[in-house]
């Protein structure tokens, strides 16, 4: 038995599935979770020794690579200077005027320990702010596990979401009405029949929850309309694309297609960490001031705004804001979905992808999905082939169909042509 193998059947014994999040057990793709011991750089090595090219980045906190100098430097001097105090610091104003500058939308930002407090956050405080109750998503998109949000499409429009759990009573879900993503025609359904008592819409800009399905313009422009139209607050959930995408996020590419866009509220996690566990919500001053202290909106943690946590995602942000940064990590990302896709295209196998910024996804299809179902209709044992090939050939693709995946600023134009080539055999086979 290989040491991955020996080590998952000794976490199986203590940790339910032998991981402490689902997709960490490649129950999706099948085989051995690969146990990593270190990382360095586009590189990660397991308990065997073996090195694989990290197209996963932890989900994408990893955006400058593992490792990097300046946030190891920054970490280890937060870490001997203290690692929580349970009251307030001045890491965490740079960090909120770090996020503020870079975010024209927000105003004012609270600081959690993950995407999902974040997101539940906003929520709460979006039916604080409007005081209703109801709310939009849209199928495949994941916003973390708070109750309201693990549901899924009622039957028709005038029904709400049913649980996707167990363990969360439907009436915790009654308020929550799932709809197709990109479908305009079902939005304007529910606004005409749901309008008046709309909370808030929230949603993936670019879905990296179903590999990677962008809100079309038309989407976008409607929804945005809809919601001021309403008095709904439209949230978007950045926890994958924010500072991953561009330096102002998803956000900041749709405000350059649909003049005058901005969301209400924003959700952001993951790269602002920089692999330390630190997420946010933003907003304007007027919403912000109904969260407690200052209003009656509840929300509080033991750890937000962590002294090292918040080390970590400033020397991460102060790294990306480089000038350059963002077009050069695009470009490089372009030139791994480019090659891939001439691989498969000589190969004779049906692939389309795509890619924004450092975030990218592929299809074994031969168009680019629009929602969760087309994504679902894709060739899964085709991509599960593949995943395994590519892995067995030293590249860690995500080991999920319907994950996106990542590209740091350490990963060479080498690494990219390894990948390649790695491709260039898994698909032949
Ligand atoms: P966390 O609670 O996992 O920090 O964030 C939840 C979340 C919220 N919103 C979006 C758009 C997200 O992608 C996530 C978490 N993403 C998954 C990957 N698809 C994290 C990986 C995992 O669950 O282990």
Known sequence: MSTNQALFERAQRVIPGGVNSPVRAFRAVGGT??????AHGAYMWDAEGRRYIDYIGSWGPMILGHGHPAVLEAVQKAATEGFSFGAPTEREIELAEAIITLVPSIEQVRLVSSGTEAAMSAIRLARGATGRAKLIKFEGCYHGHADALLVKAGSGLATFGHPTSAGVPPEVV?????LEYNNVEQLERAFDEH???LACVMIEPIAGNMNFVRASLPFMRRLRELCTQHGALLVLDEVMTGFRVAL?????VYAGLIPGFRPDISVFGK???GGMPLAAFGTTRDIMKQLAPLGPVY???TLSGNPVATACGLATLREIAKPGFYEALAARTRSLVEGLGNAARDAGVPFVGDSEGGMFGFFFSDSLPQQYNAVMATDKDRFNRFFHGMLDAGVYLAPALYEAGFVSAAHTSDDIAATVTAARAALAS
């Open 174 to 178: 009654q308020h929550t009405l799932v």
């Open 33 to 38: 979770p690969r146990f990593i011991a270190r």
């Open 248 to 252: 102002g996020g998803a956000q900041s």
């Open 299 to 301: 929300q509080a943690g």
């Open 271 to 273: 790269v602002i960490g």
């Open 195 to 197: 309008g008046p008592s």
